[in-house]
């Protein structure tokens, strides 16, 4: 691996803030107190841990304690998805997309395994640029719905839902809502106080706190069911001694957040402009992936026609550069990921997709990288790829693999 590490692939994790880790450190060594002994050495702690609950609730507009400690993301999904389905036993339909994180839409397939029984799961289409028609997502709630689940905003092409109209034609059928904002807390505004969801999940390593500690909001007298059942931690809502020092850290990582919103907004949205431009100009036959404005300011997904993404990932890795595929790696056959499958992103493109990520963190002169190393990568691919040859050189393709791939 190359020395230097141009790092934009933060919809997968994020550095942990310098400020951050500094919060945190305390916690590891001197302040070892448990938050839930009656000794000030531990109530010390548990005035640090109402503080994080506070600076949290601020950057979403929420009250402290509607703020519920997580070990993740995905926990945070599971335990809003199950308890809405708990408290209303009479209820068996949930709405969704197809364009979920896994987190959401595994679970929504395993719901009559987990609980025995049948349940109908609607999972609603989007279309070429990755958008919702508003007019079949109402038209697919009905008395049976026990809860809505969509995402904020797309953690592959970064593609931003209604979230603030959907929720409240949920909640004028009295439907509960939950959101899962995972990609979308730090980057965009969000103010739970006009936009009336239920349940909305945070991950701490996406918004540069450490990995393993999440967040649920669950909206003041909103019917719930623990996920975790133990100890009174949470107020009873979550067992399970409080990973402290994450849980600060989490804390403080929503306060920066807040402080560089218009960082997020102008620096970083311009950074992934250029990045996104130079590629489309540079590179023929490529296209971006989602609707251009509707869309997270950090997060540019680029379809390179007949080449596969993981062989460019490949090459970008020997200058140290870090980007994601559209693509998973899966039996051995690399399926094109579910959300540009949704899209219609035809077989061709959705096979040469990159996901590039971006973060405060990142520099002009790094975008400028990228825009120098990456068109020869692809003209150098392509060359080598028999379909790329016969459809834009008049040659005869190579037998046998349709996908482009050298196998
Ligand atoms: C990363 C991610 C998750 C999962 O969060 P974890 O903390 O890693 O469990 C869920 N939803 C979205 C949209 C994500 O990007």
């Given at each position: 691996m190359s020395e230097r590490v141009v790092y934009m692939d933060n919809n997968a994790t994020t550095r942990v803030a310098p400020e951050v880790v500094e919060e945190m450190l305390p916690y590891f060594s001197e302040l070892y107190g448990n938050p839930s002994s009656m000794h000030s050495f531990g109530g010390q702690v548990g005035r640090k841990i109402a503080e994080a609950r506070e600076r949290i609730a601020a950057l979403i507009g929420a009250q402290p304690e509607e703020i519920i400690f997580t070990s993740c993301g995905t926990e945070s999904d599971s335990t809003a998805i199950l308890s809405a389905l708990q408290s209303q036993p009479g209820k068996r339909h949930v709405?969704?997309?197809?364009?979920?994180?896994?987190?959401?839409?595994?679970?929504?397939?395993?719901?009559?395994?987990?609980?025995?029984?049948?349940h109908r799961v609607t999972a609603l289409p989007v279309d070429r640029e990755g958008l919702l028609d508003l007019e079949q997502y109402e038209k697919s709630l009905t008395e049976d719905t026990a809860i809505v689940s969509v995402m904020w905003a797309n953690n592959e092409t970064g593609v931003i839902f209604p979230i603030e109209e959907m929720a409240a034609l949920a909640r004028e059928r009295g439907i509960l809502f939950h959101t899962d904002a995972v990609q979308a807390v730090g980057?965009?505004?969000?103010?739970?106080?006009?936009?009336?969801?239920?349940?909305?999940?945070?991950?701490?390593?996406?918004?540069?706190?450490?990995?393993?500690?999440?967040?649920?909001?669950?909206?003041k007298g909103t019917p719930f069911f623990p996920f975790l059942v133990g100890g009174h931690q949470e107020r009873g809502r979550r067992g399970g001694t409080e990973n402290v020092a994450s849980i600060i850290g989490l804390g403080k990582a929503c306060e920066l957040a807040a402080q560089r919103m218009n960082v997020e907004?102008?620096?970083?949205?311009?950074?992934?402009?250029?990045?996104?431009?130079?590629?489309?100009?540079?590179?023929?036959?490529?296209?971006?992936?989602?609707?251009?404005?509707?869309?997270?300011?950090?997060?540019?997904?680029v379809s390179f026609e007949f080449v596969e993404g993981e062989a460019i990932l490949l090459h970008l890795d020997r200058y140290g550069i870090c980007a994601s595929s559209g693509s998973a790696c899966t039996s051995?056959?690399?399926?094109?990921?579910?959300?540009?499958?949704?899209?219609?992103?035809?077989?061709?493109?959705?096979?040469?997709?990159?996901?590039?990520?971006?973060?405060?963190?990142?520099?002009?002169?790094?975008?400028?990288?990228?825009?120098?190393?990456?068109?020869?990568?692809?003209?150098?691919?392509?060359?080598?790829?028999?379909?790329w040859q016969a459809e834009h050189r008049g040659a005869v393709g190579g037998a046998g693999c349709k996908c482009s791939c050298s196998s």
């Open positions: 709405v969704t997309t197809r364009v979920e994180h896994p987190a959401v839409k595994n679970l929504c397939e395993h719901l009559d395994k987990l609980f025995g029984h049948k980057k965009i505004p969000i103010n739970l106080a006009e936009v009336p969801v239920d349940f909305l999940s945070i991950s701490g390593h996406k918004l540069h706190a450490p990995k393993g500690v999440g967040v649920l909001y669950v909206r907004n102008t620096k970083v949205r311009a950074l992934r402009d250029k990045l996104e431009a130079g590629l489309l100009e540079k590179i023929p036959h490529a296209l971006r992936n989602g609707h251009k404005d509707k869309r997270l300011p950090n997060t540019t997904s051995g056959s690399l399926e094109p990921s579910h959300v540009l499958r949704a899209m219609g992103v035809p077989f061709t493109m959705a096979h040469g997709s990159i996901r590039f990520s971006l973060s405060v963190y990142n520099t002009e002169e790094e975008v400028d990288f990228v825009l120098d190393k990456l068109p020869p990568i692809i003209a150098n691919l392509r060359e080598l790829s028999p379909f």
